[in-house]
């Protein structure tokens, strides 16, 4: 029988162990709530996981094999990205433990902006330009 943790509080609540407040009525507080999550090494590329096409469910240990990183980050960004609401986790009554993490729909709307993103990538490198010419001087007379 699956147990389903619910991610925690309200519109101006702290999200997975940092203390921010927000006084109602303060402009720019969700926005800066997220950039402090999505901005955590790493987050960007699990949430981005989650995202892609039929992703559905996915177990600790996939993430970790597909991401390449250590089982302590990991935890520690997946506890942030439940705490925020974007994943879901299912703890399931089984011998072994089976845990599942699946996207919300806070995640699921994000979608966009991630297809936005691979939409400037696919246009742009992250290259330095080559710096524009200059114009060649007029010779004298």
Same mark, same amino acid.
């Given at each position: 029988?699956?147990?389903?943790?619910?991610?925690?509080?309200?519109?101006?609540?702290?999200?997975?162990?940092?203390?921010?407040?927000?006084?109602?009525?303060?402009?720019?507080?969700?926005?800066?709530?997220?950039?402090?999550?999505?901005?955590?090494?790493?987050?960007?590329?699990?949430?981005?996981?989650?995202?892609?096409?039929?992703?559905?469910?996915?177990?600790?240990?996939?993430?970790?094999?597909?991401?390449?990183?250590?089982?302590?980050? #990991?935890?520690? +960004?997946?506890?942030?990205?439940?705490? $925020?609401?974007?994943?879901? =986790?299912?703890?399931?009554?089984?011998? @072994? %433990?089976?845990?599942?993490?699946?996207?919300?729909?806070?995640? #699921?709307?994000? +979608?966009?902006?991630?297809?936005?993103? $691979?939409?400037?990538?696919? =246009?742009?490198?992250?290259?330095?330009? @080559? %710096?524009?010419?200059?114009?060649?001087?007029?010779?004298?007379?």
């Amino acid at each position: 029988m699956p147990m389903t943790t619910k991610a925690r509080g309200g519109r101006h609540a702290g999200v997975a162990g940092t203390d921010k407040d927000c006084p109602d009525g303060t402009q720019g507080c969700e926005i800066s709530e997220l950039f402090h999550i999505l901005g955590k090494s790493y987050n960007l590329e699990i949430l981005h996981l989650f995202l892609q096409e039929d992703a559905g469910p996915q177990r600790f240990v996939e993430i970790q094999t597909r991401l390449k990183m250590s089982p302590n980050t #990991l935890s520690d +960004r997946l506890k942030d990205l439940v705490g $925020a609401g974007i994943l879901s =986790r299912t703890a399931y009554n089984e011998i @072994p %433990p089976r845990v599942d993490y699946q996207a919300t729909s806070k995640a #699921l709307d994000l +979608r966009s902006v991630f297809d936005s993103l $691979a939409e400037w990538a696919d =246009r742009h490198t992250l290259k330095p330009e @080559p %710096p524009p010419k200059s114009p060649t001087p007029l010779a004298a007379s």
